[in-house]
């Protein structure tokens, strides 16, 4: 393949986007035609340099802080989009709070992202892995003890039978592994080609395998079932991420909820213990799902822009899907569960008695973004926050859990012994929150959750608006 480097293409980018930024205040300037695309066969280099002036200069546009951002900013002195990205994220001091908020804006080469909305793989480190990986995620239990704690079934891991709860007891033949090692861990098991593992099953037998790593479909609803507990039907949905194919998952919604229905559910627990975000449009879907009919037509949400951009601010409002009548929805939560899952569960608090539990406070991400071209590459600078109908909004440290319950890591999803989903149905059934079991306090020490605070890192949380 022959290699150009269309400098003049760059340059036009720049212009277009200062061009653009005119234009939406000038509605009645044309904009000029794009320039002819290079031949078949022939890549296209951007200029480096210009690449990260118009990633600065989106940022002023559409950056919800974009005031902040001081003048002498020099996006040259930094490496790449990305880079950039991640350096004005400093630059996002939000009433209330001393310190900046912002830990999400971010940059992705476009090849990569598709791949990632398009539910082809987790989203790992700000870049996909040209090998894909392993579709494995773990946590530790306890000092020692690393289990697995998320699975995709398609990926390697999924397809050589794995499953969360499995405790790992030898990576590469080292059988050293404790919270001191997380990120010699996190570069095995997410970043690696390839990685040997041993495994030890729940009933104590083991495994030894080589996972190679590879691009597979997400499945984000995980298992979705229907618990018969005397006069309580309970609703259990495990879902992991907001991202990949939206007509694909809102089929996988209408089919869980019919199910639900016609088993005639009573409660329902939503376990988002890792899910990291994805579209709004699929969390405004997922709230339609599950409010009451005396909810209809009342406001959603509102998204809001910066001063500059206003005129682009959004109200959503409630279009009650199904027939399922709730008062009450379980969450199942850890810091993992962020953005569109924090949407979720922030837009039913006024209709519903929403009970949340888990290990810890959510992530904490109030804010979304969308993609915005940059070359080849998207900028993802944070561009809008929300509220819900009470104006409550800003959780940048989390929304908070009704009961402390350490996460059930020794487990299979669906298990009516794991920590969490136990204590669930305890509530929905006696009105009291199970403890957690003395063997699982471990998992609540500092050690342990910031080690898993490591481990989870590489994971990015996202937001993802439709744009204007």
């Not at 892995?129 to 392993?134: C, H, P, T």
Request: net charge neutral.
């Amino acid at each position: 393949m022959t290699t150009i480097t269309f400098k003049f293409l760059s340059i036009f980018f720049v212009g277009l986007v200062l061009f653009s930024s005119c234009k939406k205040d000038n509605p009645d300037v044309v904009a000029p035609a794009p320039p002819a695309p290079p031949p078949v066969g022939v890549a296209v280099t951007f200029n480096p340099d210009l690449l990260k002036d118009s990633s600065l200069l989106q940022s002023r546009d559409i950056y919800l802080w974009n005031t902040q951002i001081p003048a002498t900013f020099n996006a040259r002195s930094y490496t790449d989009p990305a880079a950039v990205m991640t350096a004005i994220r400093s630059f996002s001091i939000e009433p209330g709070f001393v310190s900046s908020v912002d830990r999400w804006s971010f940059a992705m080469k476009k090849t990569e992202w598709d791949l990632v909305s398009g539910g082809m793989g987790a989203l790992i480190g700000g870049t996909k892995q040209e090998a894909g990986d392993f579709g494995l995620s773990v946590f530790f239990r306890a000092d020692g003890d690393l289990r697995v704690r998320l699975v995709e079934p398609n990926s390697p891991s999924g397809l050589a039978g794995i499953r969360r709860g499995w405790r790992i007891s030898k990576i590469n033949g080292n059988s050293n592994i404790n919270t001191s090692g997380s990120s010699t861990i996190v570069d095995n098991v997410y970043y690696a080609a390839s990685t040997s593992f041993e495994f030890i099953r729940p009933d104590g037998t083991t495994m030894t395998t080589t996972l190679n790593a590879a691009h597979y479909t997400d499945k984000p609803v995980y298992l979705d079932t229907v618990y018969d507990k005397g006069t309580q039907k309970i609703g259990y949905l495990v879902f992991n991420s907001f991202l990949g194919n939206q007509q694909n998952i809102s089929a996988e919604f209408d089919r869980v909820f019919s199910k639900f229905a016609a088993a005639q559910v009573t409660d329902v627990v939503i376990d988002l213990r890792y899910n990291g975000g994805g579209y709004v449009s699929l969390a405004e879907k997922l709230v339609n799902y599950l409010v009451p009919s005396s909810a209809n037509g009342g406001l959603m949400m509102k998204q809001s822009y910066n001063a500059k951009n206003s005129q682009h601010d959004e109200t959503t409002y409630i279009q009650k899907t199904g027939v399922l009548q709730l008062s009450k929805i379980y969450f199942i939560v850890t810091k993992s569960t962020a953005s569109a899952s924090e949407l979720l569960i922030n837009s039913l608090k006024p209709y519903m008695n929403v009970r949340v539990l888990g290990p810890t406070n959510t992530h904490g991400k109030p804010v979304g973004f969308f993609p915005i071209s940059v070359g080849d590459w998207y900028v993802f600078p944070v561009s809008f926050k929300t509220t819900n109908k009470n104006g409550e909004g800003s959780y940048f440290n989390g929304l908070p859990v009704n009961a402390v319950i350490a996460d059930g890591l020794d487990k299979d999803w669906g298990d009516t012994n794991e920590s969490c989903l136990a204590s669930a149905i305890k509530n929905i059934t006696t009105g009291t929150y199970q403890r957690s079991m003395a063997t699982e306090t471990n998992s609540q020490s500092p050690v342990i959750l910031n080690s898993n605070d490591k481990l989870d890192g590489p994971f990015i949380k996202v937001t993802i608006g439709k744009g204007f």
